[in-house]
């Protein structure tokens, strides 16, 4: 006639082993680079009004901007406006860069026709 342990010290290794269940595997939560990409195109898009040197910032917002928009999971109106907010900003550096140069005397006017 086998008695049962009353608590775990009267338990041998292997039966406290099986005894305890196994953790549970979270679901990874992907993380959303759709707002970052917003929020810097936004940050780019205002410094740009002052300074060329936001360009790289702008590059940043427009590749997070693409990397949401090509996942399915992702807040696509705001990779939407972070990609828009992100390409206006490198149109601004390029306008100013373009202005630099040519105070500078190294890039010729960009003349546009007066009707």
Do not use: K, Y
């Not at 775990?8 to 939560?29: F, G, K, M, S």
């Not at 972070?82 to 373009?98: Q, Y």
């Amino acid at each position: 006639m086998t008695t049962e342990p009353e608590d775990a010290a009267q338990l041998a290794d292997d039966e406290l082993l099986n005894t305890v269940p196994p953790p549970r595997r979270r679901a990874r939560r992907r993380v959303s680079v759709s707002s970052p990409s917003m929020t810097l195109g936004m940050f780019s898009l205002t410094m740009a009004w002052f300074t060329p040197w936001v360009a790289p910032l702008g590059v940043v917002a427009v590749v997070l901007a693409l990397v949401a928009l090509l996942r399915r999971q992702s807040d696509r109106p705001l990779a939407w406006w972070g990609l828009g907010f992100g390409l206006v900003a490198l149109a601004f550096c390029a306008i100013w860069a373009i202005w630099i140069l040519d105070q500078l005397g190294e890039v010729p006017a960009i003349e546009l026709p007066v009707p």
